[in-house]
């Protein structure tokens, strides 16, 4: 345990040791197109593009070289045709003044010239675009059946003043010679990065190999190694007495995960290490491990420990906050506040220790206190992690949240009742938090003092938002903390007048034959009966309308019994299947929940839904847990947990993980486990 705890220390504190690298693609989370990509084309031209709006890059899961999938570029060019197609992080700039090279792996299943590679250029976040730029002297031929690395200068595309070098926001493949021929190519892993010297020196061989075993998979770990040029590693499996290569990942990517149909099965791996220079390690000693049936308590754990791992090592490398999505480099202040509960569950679970929480703990506090933009002392939804300025979450929408902000008050609060201890450490902990807790001006969010709390507020755009928070919804919490603080609190009368006060509130109808007191007919989104209830104990409290505890366990009832019913004869749903909350989906986020008319509803399941209803379900719960990690084990469990959400209907799976929806499985395990 301890030499895994050392590896996810290192992971996050030792990752500005390597150069600055910027991500435009690794992985997508839907495996039919990537999201932050745009492409056009003009006839008689043929570009391959996907998507609902037919302008995406298309992905594959068959051929990658590393992670879940990669991209497929597929074109022909024309004479008097042109074509585009450009890939970015979310559509997050970059400041490249501090790199110069655009790197990528390609494979292509037949020869290529390298005459005939697209054209490429690039693009800031006006849009301002360099030339095409011809790149064939800067690559090579590409071989049949092979993973090459491109290295492009960046000093190609410099010089040119209507762009902004420091705020990148795209690169580009285009149009270059028009042959007249099909060609088809898989790119992955497109960074820009400082390139290093070639070398012929091999790195060193990964180090603190350790492994584990659980009921369909296998989880190998490594060290990171500590030079600058390791781009990744190859993981190897013994096979018929021989090692034989099973995948190569990336540099941050210090394990890998081997799924198996069946129980007791014992493996044997090696690890190697690979340079910017192509040069390979000596392998690692071997290790070994086997698969077993496992009890509900180590499942809950399985499930706890890897889910935590996207609060902490894939935490932001400045701030310490929870990123919004994988993939997405905005951090998200409510997924963070989620987040910070999980440190809590780890460090009871053993999965860090106490001392290691409040390390990041301190790191996030003074990013919080000393750097996060807020907005009469509420938090932005989205945050830079180095700057700490706001990122808008949409057009109007670039100040304060007070809603994003509750769920931070709220895993905020837990930390300070937790870290009770009188050691310099923790006193600053509670003394920052307590800072953080009273700047908040809850009373300001009543937008001129009136009976609601507004979700939304704007030095740009005032009150333009206009989101009364009004009625059941997740948002409960929000006006317990409001009427609760100590330096700006709304009346009390609020939580009657205000958030009470829709006619819809109170319900008292029965759905399934289980009764809702509150609340929308047959629930709505499983979300609702988790994110306020994450720190609030809504056990044995009641109010004038409803036990919440009691309606928050019906409604989940009623959500898994319309999945049982199942009227639109999805593929998948059933007693251990089921679970309908706000998550990607195929066509691209959904708050899914039960409907009739099948709009909210389209097939899609969500993890998270049935797992983080454990509280109020915890039978059923378990029982859908267990289920899906058997059932379907790779397409929907990774590094991270259970992904995001999947529809077997349409045959799709996300790669996705999302803060918001991580949170509620660790701590709502944990409010279960241990009261």
């Given at each position: ?23 435009f ?10 999201d ?7 006839v ?13 890059f ?25 074509w ?10 970059y ?82 010679l ?27 061989t ?23 040029d ?87 490398s ?12 905005p951090?998200?202040i ?16 053993g ?14 506090l ?61 006193e ?38 206009n ?7 997740e ?8 009427i ?37 007919d ?24 409803a ?19 199942n ?37 899609t399941?969500?993890?998270t ?23 379907y ?6 590094f ?17 993980y ?18």
């Amino acid at each position: 345990m301890r030499y895994i705890l050392f590896l996810i220390f290192i992971s996050f504190y030792s990752i500005n040791l390597f150069p600055q690298e910027y991500i435009f693609f690794e992985d997508s989370p839907d495996n039919i197109y990537y999201d932050p990509s745009w492409g056009f084309v003009n006839v008689p031209s043929y570009l391959e593009l996907k998507g609902s709006t037919n302008n995406k890059f298309p992905v594959s899961t068959t051929i990658k070289y590393s992670g879940n999938n990669s991209l497929v570029l597929h074109w022909n060019s024309q004479a008097t045709g042109d074509w585009g197609i450009a890939v970015s992080n979310y559509w997050f700039p970059y400041n490249v003044n501090n790199v110069d090279s655009i790197i990528f792996m390609i494979y292509s299943q037949q020869a290529l010239s390298k005459v005939n590679f697209p054209a490429m250029y690039i693009e800031d976040i006006s849009n301002n675009k360099t030339s095409k730029v011809n790149v064939s002297q800067y690559i090579q031929d590409l071989s049949a059946n092979q993973w090459i690395r491109f290295s492009i200068p960046l000093t190609l595309f410099r010089g040119y003043s209507n762009v902004d070098y420091t705020q990148i926001k795209t690169i580009f493949w285009g149009q270059n010679l028009a042959d007249g021929v099909e060609h088809k190519v898989w790119l992955d892993d497109v960074k820009m990065i400082a390139a290093f010297p070639t070398d012929s020196i091999p790195p060193s061989t990964p180090s603190n190999i350790s492994i584990l075993g659980y009921e369909k998979h296998i989880e190998i770990f490594w060290d990171q190694n500590i030079e600058s040029d390791v781009i990744g590693y190859r993981v190897y499996k013994k096979v018929d007495n021989d090692f034989h290569l099973l995948t190569t990942t990336q540099f941050k990517e210090n394990y890998y995960l081997d799924f198996y149909d069946s129980n007791f099965v014992t493996s044997t791996y090696k690890i190697s290490a690979i340079d910017f220079s192509g040069n390979e390690s000596v392998l690692s000693n071997e290790v070994s491990a086997s698969t077993h049936l496992m009890t509900d308590n180590e499942f809950l754990t399985m499930v706890q420990r890897s889910t935590f791992r996207y609060f902490w090592n894939y935490a932001d490398s400045s701030s310490g906050l929870a990123k919004e999505r994988l993939g997405q480099s905005p951090v998200t202040i409510g997924g963070s506040g989620f987040g910070i509960m999980s440190y809590i569950a780890a460090v009871e679970r053993g999965f860090i220790t106490r001392e290691e929480a409040v390390n990041r703990m301190l790191i996030v506090l003074n990013f919080l206190h000393t750097k996060a933009a807020t907005f009469h002392g509420a938090f932005p939804h989205w945050l830079n992690g180095e700057t700490g300025n706001v990122i808008p979450f949409s057009q109007y929408d670039d100040g304060g949240d007070i809603v994003e902000t509750s769920f931070m008050i709220q895993g905020l609060l837990a930390a300070r009742q937790y870290f009770n201890q009188s050691t310099p450490d923790e006193e600053q902990i509670r003394n920052l938090i307590t800072a953080i807790w009273e700047s908040v001006e809850w009373d300001w969010y009543r937008k001129d003092n009136g009976n609601y709390l507004y979700w939304h507020w704007s030095p740009n755009y005032g009150w333009q938002m206009n989101f009364p928070l009004i009625g059941w919804m997740e948002t409960m919490i929000t006006y317990l903390l409001a009427i609760a603080s100590p330096t700006h609190p709304v009346p009390a009368l609020l939580y009657h007048d205000g958030w009470a006060s829709s006619p819809s509130y109170i319900n008292g109808k029965s759905f399934y034959g289980y009764k809702l007191w509150v609340g929308w007919d047959w629930g709505g989104p499983l979300f609702f009966a988790h994110y306020s209830f994450l720190g609030f104990d809504p056990r044995n409290k009641k109010d004038n309308y409803a036990n919440y505890f009691l309606n928050n366990k019906n409604h989940t009832l009623i959500n898994r019994a319309y999945c049982i019913d199942n009227p639109g004869n999805f593929i998948g749903y059933d007693e251990n299947t089921w679970g309908l909350t706000a998550s990607d989906d195929p066509a691209g986020y959904l708050a899914h929940q039960p409907d009739f008319n099948l709009y909210w509803d389209n097939g899609t399941i969500s993890p998270t839904a049935a797992i983080s209803s454990m509280p109020y379900t915890p039978k059923e719960s378990i029982e859908a847990l267990k289920n899906l990690y058997r059932k379907y084990g790779k397409k929907i469990y990774g590094f991270y947990g259970f992904i995001d959400a999947f529809n077997p209907t349409r045959n799709w799976y996300s790669n996705s993980y999302l803060a918001i929806d991580q949170g509620p499985i660790i701590v709502m395990i944990e409010n279960y486990r241990s009261g």
